[in-house]
């Protein structure tokens, strides 16, 4: 099927126009990517909408399904409930950079936070991409965490680029995926978007078949995927849910995962976030109307890493590691076994 | 497949000698079955060994994977992470009374239990069966959490008994189900049981095919698997994990679940517990090398839910509501189709 | 000033008219009392307002202060964030009669809870008696929930009543207490009922002083109060906060109690619930005006600890074991120590 | 009494013998310290011992009491129990360039962190001290994280010093502050460090008694403190605790900051986190042994931050923002009241 149609799974739900996570109206991606040598890495920015987030903050949630991680901004999105600035995500050591550069972005909005303003609260998300890149190298700057939310767009790039990189899925090329899903009960649309870098090649699924070992077949030289993984998924949606509602969709994504033959692995930092893109309130949406929306966090987030891993071009990095591309896996597959 | 070898599913990890959770040395398995008309329900108690757990308790943890349940004692596991009574399973309306008979267990046990002692905290975790059963006729009484406890044995039954018999899954006959996988790396043993009552027809798939629409092709009448689902699972295992380890391990049930099909409905209560029969300090136990156990606790627990569909029997009770086998519908499809 | 004024502490904030939890309009707490030699226990009910909360329920959150305790209702109320029933308080052991009581009393209300509709989430919390009370007597029975729910009203008794007529604290008589504080900010009403079971009579501050030692001289015969304590909290509030704000007021109640000298010890069982009886949508409400919400759950706390010691008449029971009164010691001193 | 002995309140346990969390054999406190003008700030680490915690971690526990805070590391914590770097305190938004000079000093221990190792965790706090200090000069630079861990000593500075210096509590300067206790039942010692910024004036209870309106009247210019405010408490042990025990420690500070009037308030980051300098598995310490550190880490916390009230000297800074020293208030007060 893989030949002929270049795509694989069954959805069983509605993509969006686009399936992407902009199919949620006014939600952009932006990418800086780095590719030189040593240095395979990057910086990608989700940004929610073109309101200054500071002063108009949106309902959020998270769930973290395993929390081998460094993610910056959880502990206040738990408390309060709100996003008040894009989210930023990229490789691990460079949380702390990017942290800085997102409050130097709300300082340009908000020139007064901090100081007569409260604190903002910039939420930064990574993943480990140390096999192909060098992260001793800190080689991203406080400016490009600027560089990825302003130049975010709506039809933006996907595999290895921004924060995906240098990022490993399934001992394959992973990276940035998107899909997307509308709920005509509701009359909205979730779009994911993932930062792909989990899973180990003996666990994966495609389509129900434990594809791994095929696959482990056709790698000339078979690099194991480092336990030191993570997958980051960003949802957002414009059905106006509560931050408690968000969370319970974020969380949903876990079963998304273990589609694909992931079982949330030890080193694996496996954080996803859901936004709302509605301001009005959202009390009156019982909790039994989200039934669809948790069906499409799940069968979102397992087509936005396969989307990932079908975008992703083969790179070699640091230490001359490589990861190869599943598309070429598959066609080089469909070569040989047919 | 099924016709010819009568199993589902391509396990990766190796099961134990009789892939129950009994694998582990000193579990037991009993069952209290009612069985007359509308009544069908029961009860199911897991007895980690035969010490008096109140005086010699078993770490434990528990992960909630979606709490539209109500179970008694996690609050208390959580906070102390140790398991002081067997595990009673049953209706979402008996937990009350089964919380009772176990508190009499230990008082049978424990003289001053309540009195000179603190008190116990009994562990009853339910599903609701209200479509086979009718829960408001309060069939099941404080003794039967006694008798469940005291009958128990490591050849056990499955299916629609115990608590298991008026249980539903993906629209078909569900209840208890159970699997075992044994962990060279570690040489220990993880087993699972499993109340299996959740998940809707449509989403289910069967090695990774999404067979739920064949399925409603092969029940004579279709009546929608309720959204008051949900899926208990008990973990056991001989390794010396901590209580948080045990969470860790718990939680990864929700993967397994994923791979069925399912998403964590809204209305499911979908809850793990994992304890150790280990007495000895496991600080030792690098969190490394829960890798193994990890990916044995996903995959276990998606199979346990495969036996529960398999070994169910077809019920008919409340209100002359049915639900089919699993073994039934896929042999007569067997028939048709091919 | 004990002896001039009859009052402990100094508040800071307002009270409401009555200064109890039914401040809060609409609010009503009943009572079942026993007091029968060994048996000194009872049952006490919180009921939000007039209506059939399992059709209209009220948004609530909890906080687990320490979990050595066995509440029913806890996880889905955390899920989901709402309040299906009234609250229940009574002793360790007969939660799970209780928990049945609240079904049936809710099958009543609603004839197919459990059938074609859902399940419902009964909410009931408990303090171990033990001390005055033989809970192995089971004396409590499942038509007695029903019997404190229909029995509610706003004026309502304290002190060693219903669920609190077994309780100590501070090696003194405990039990039922209430307070209520008005927030001028948001025009509501804050209110709080403690079942008072908790703490050692060595931390006892009142005032800011360290009394314990003092009260211990005026105690004819000291039994250190055992550590299987706890305090229940239940706030109520007309603002019309979201779950997750609730929540947040919920938890100050552990500030209050810190000014009494609790460290919420080992095997204290405190927790508290808050529930808002607004049923419009509150996400207008930044949580910047919590503020004086927050100052007030964990004043209003302190306060009810203070209202249910000074209420509270001595006790004999279960093994001859008796409870002084701290208004008694507290004429005690006065007249020895001046 | 203040006049005549020095000190604030009344200690009901014993302190260890320099009444530091130094006590706790091992533990050094480094701070570096800015004064020039607009930058009142600084950085202030703990150093549990001359390991390499980064290959022989220490098992940790945290408690987030309110999350209006920006802290780096507690999910990885939270998932794992360990401690993997020295604590870093300061302002809140620094944590970005701290969190990279942490990861710069855990490489020069081990080269391969983040390549052929895993990444590391690094654990750092803030509070807010934009009042004294303009926080978008950015003014502290990575290597500073490294100067204050390699400049730790067991005899360190308190009060108006490293990530104190520009803090403010109950609207007076705050700071740094530490306190000891011993506990002979388990021959172990509860050390406490506590970056203080917390709490508004009017509250402030010393003694019991609410002075905060006298302090008012003895301050020529009462600016209110700002809800940014926070408080961060590390608590640091030689008994041999298990993760989740220490977090059952570390969550105890809150009733101590309720003894002081603090009701965490909405916009205070208070955030505790234990460790335990002890190697050898701790499954035989019985949580019922916990009741003497649960109650130490109360009045620990309690003890704490009124060292570093007392400690602090008067600090003027951004835009000529000054804040006071308690010692002098009391002091004026004494005069004139008398």
């Not at 992407?20 to 910086?43: A, M, W, Y």
């Not at 996907?158 to 090329?173: D, E, I, N, P, T």
Request: proline share 4%.
């Amino acid at each position: 099927r893989w030949q002929t149609q270049r795509t694989i799974g069954y959805p069983q739900l509605q993509p969006g126009p686009t399936n992407r996570i902009s199919d949620v109206h006014g939600v952009k991606v932006g990418h800086v990517t780095l590719n030189e040598g040593d240095i395979q890495t990057g910086v990608s920015a989700i940004v929610p909408n073109d309101d200054n987030l500071f002063v108009k903050p949106l309902r959020a949630g998270a769930a973290v399904l395993n929390g081998f991680a460094k993610p910056i901004g959880l502990t206040q999105l738990d408390e309060l409930g709100i996003l008040q600035t894009p989210i930023v995500l990229s490789n691990t050591f460079s949380v702390g950079r990017l942290y800085t550069g997102v409050v130097r972005y709300s300082i340009s909005q908000n020139p007064e936070v901090g100081r007569e303003l409260a604190t903002v609260n910039p939420l930064v998300l990574e993943c480990n991409d140390g096999f192909l890149n060098d992260q001793q190298a800190f080689a991203l700057t406080e400016s490009m965490a600027v560089d990825a939310i302003t130049s975010a767009q709506s039809d933006f790039a996907r595999g290895s680029v921004g924060a995906g990189r240098g990022m490993s899925c399934f001992g394959l090329k992973g990276g940035i995926g998107t899909s997307s899903r509308y709920i005509p009960e509701l009359d909205a649309t979730l779009g994911v978007l993932v930062l792909a870098n989990f899973g180990r090649l003996q666990a994966l699924h495609l389509e129900g078949l434990a594809i791994g070992e095929w696959v482990e077949t056709a790698l000339t030289e078979v690099a194991a995927q480092r336990d030191a993984g993570s997958i980051i998924i960003v949802m957002a949606t414009d059905a106006p849910l509560s931050s408690r509602q968000l969370r319970r969709v974020a969380k949903r994504s876990g079963a998304g995962l273990g589609r694909l033959g992931s079982y949330w692995g030890h080193g694996s930092g496996d954080i996803a976030v859901a936004f709302s893109t509605a301001h009005e309130a959202a009390h009156d949406l019982d909790d039994s109307h989200l039934e669809e929306l948790l069906c499409a966090a799940a069968e979102g987030c397992e087509f936005a890493v396969l989307d990932a891993l079908l975008q992703a071009r083969p790179v070699t990095g640091f230490r001359n590691h490589t990861r190869m591309a599943l598309s070429d896996v598959l066609d080089y597959l469909a070569t040989t076994i047919v």
